[in-house]
């Protein structure tokens, strides 16, 4: 029986994806998956297309929702499943979360400019829209120039040859804590988004907890379930089978849902592929549903 599925895909309706919503819901039936949900970074603008295609083939199409959110000045990622997403609280948590994206992507432009290299908030507000810019988007839009900075040398590491990484290369060289262009983080609270999650109608499960930028610690995870935390991403393209195993043990320490998905943008991340993390399969479904709010 057909059981695998895929909670962390994203659309052409945020600013990093490849496919739209309707591509990804025949892409995932192809592959003969159960059910897919599209959490698009901090938009939910994938739905109701998707929903419709999923109707069309067959397809279970969970709403969801992939919230950027800040815990202690680091920057976590909180996946809202079965998230009513026309609902006015979930549009008002976007407008906000919006608001405080642009903000962030306008500072790191202008520090962008100040270490000389050419690029303006318009077209990067033009080449985005109606998407709040996310810094691997600024580095896409900084990185198609031929001469975007007059010392040429410092760019030649990321051009040609590392063309699908570099911007993922060059976020980690100048956006990181530390580099020239940081800017800190102006995101929304997660502590706030998870005590908002039941009015949402979604299920908060916390995204790729072992990624680079954010280091999930059990300290952490403490603090989350209190706050109403009910799943974790235990099965993602970020985690190392050490990492896996580690997340498993304390998704069952802490009776949080695992669940399974691969982050899946389509050319912005090439060696991700849609259904190919082989983890829970539609239990997961089950029992996220068991917790609805």
Request: proline content about 7%; cysteine-free; hydrophobic content about 35%.
């Amino acid at each position: 029986m057909r059981d695998k599925i895929d909670l962390h895909l994203h659309s052409n309706r945020s600013s990093d994806g490849e496919y739209s919503p309707s591509e990804l819901v025949r892409m995932a039936h192809q592959l003969g998956l159960k059910a897919i949900a599209i959490a698009d970074h901090d938009t939910v603008a994938a739905y109701p297309e998707a929903l419709e295609a999923g109707r069309r083939l067959g397809l279970e199409v969970i709403p969801s929702v992939e919230i950027t959110t800040i815990y202690r000045e680091r920057e976590f990622h909180l996946l809202l499943p079965f998230v009513d997403w026309a609902s006015p609280t979930v549009k008002k948590l976007v407008k906000e979360v919006d608001f405080r994206r642009r903000q962030e992507a306008k500072e790191r432009v202008r520090r962008l400019q100040q270490l000389g290299f050419d690029i303006s908030w318009e077209e990067v507000e033009q080449a985005t829209a109606p998407f709040p810019p996310l810094g691997v988007t600024i580095a896409q839009i900084l990185l198609r120039k031929n001469n975007p900075h007059p010392d040429s040398r410092l760019l030649k590491y990321y051009q040609p040859e590392r063309r699908a990484q570099a911007p993922y290369l060059f976020y980690r060289d100048y956006f990181m804590e530390g580099q020239p262009a940081y800017v800190p983080r102006q995101n929304i609270s997660l502590l706030e988004v998870l005590e908002l999650a039941p009015a949402t109608g979604g299920v908060s499960v916390l995204a790729h907890p072992g990624a680079y930028f954010q280091k999930t610690t059990r300290e952490d995870l403490a603090v989350f379930r209190e706050k109403g935390l009910a799943g974790l991403e235990v099965y993602t393209s970020y985690h190392s089978p050490e990492e896996t195993a580690h997340y498993e043990q304390l998704a069952q320490e802490f009776d949080l849902v695992p669940t399974t998905g691969s982050d899946f943008h389509g050319y912005y991340k090439p060696h991700v592929r849609l259904g190919q993390i082989q983890g829970i399969g539609y239990e997961a479904v089950i029992r996220l549903k068991q917790r609805r709010p």
